[in-house]
């Protein structure tokens, strides 16, 4: 834990800092009213959600090119943390569209992908803990998160290719997008703190996988003296 | 407003609730770690 101050620091430090922009510093959105400050939350989640498939993606390609178990640790960790921020994803969006559709929830391409992606997640995990052979385990899930990841330019893309109930880009989705300057610094900062707390939760869970390999390790020496002792 | 706070209060509770998890596998897998370094010591007497 000690090793992780480097990143617990500056994380808790964007945080604290992005949480007094958000409810003091960023104004208050002339249409939706103060329901609004849940963009600074749900589209970092997005975006991190995001973030672990194209990890697991990465990761899993590399774990299939090296066959290095550390490649699969990383890939197993950003599935359970991208999952983590998906279900964050879903929780603070229709929250936020009730207030403002009218509704919390509608098959439209852009949450009905978002939701599949999340499945895929779940997917990806449960399929972890049902193979009990590790290398068949690294092999399947490596090639399920490699095709998992493929879910993520749909989501993504889904409001630009189709006509959705969710609202087109606030950046880069045409003239009309953008953000006022103190927004665009709040959401930007937000997305800082995210990307920081992803990669905190990340290094957590790999410390796991790591020790939970050298106690199965042990555990082998353990049982290899025992017999020769015999 | 009530669907801000709840937001907010969803998001910190989940989050709260996987650093508990990871904070508690990880103290549950070092506490096993010890407890095997310590019999591997044993078997080596």
Known sequence: MRSLNWLLFP?????????????IYAPTESSMGEVQRIFYFHV??????????????????LFLIKNDRAWDIRAAAAAEVGAIFTTMVLISG?????????????????????FVLWLIYLGYLLLRRLLESPIQRARLSAVFGIIGAIDVPIVYMSNRWWRTQHPQPVMG???????????????????????????????????IEESADRLEALHRELNTRLQ??? | MNFLFAAYTAIWIVLSWYLFSLSRRQKRVENELTRMEAKIKESLK
Request: overall charge positive; charged content about 10%; glycine content about 8%.
């Open chain 1, 11 to 23: 994380t808790l430090l964007l945080i604290l800092i992005s949480l007094y922009c958000i409810f």
């Open chain 1, 44 to 61: 970092p989640s997005a975006w991190t959600g995001f973030l672990g498939i194209f990890l697991v993606f990465f990761c899993s390609i």
């Open chain 1, 94 to 114: 229709p929250l936020w569209a009730k207030p403002i559709w009218g509704i919390y929830w509608t098959w439209d391409a852009k949450l009905t992908s978002l």
């Open chain 1, 173 to 207: 989705g045409g003239e009309s997008s953008g953000l006022e300057p103190s927004m665009l610094f709040t959401f930007l900062l937000s997305l800082t703190a995210f990307t920081f707390l992803f990669f905190l939760l990340w290094r957590m869970r790999c410390r």
């Open chain 1, 228 to 230: 020769e002792g015999k």
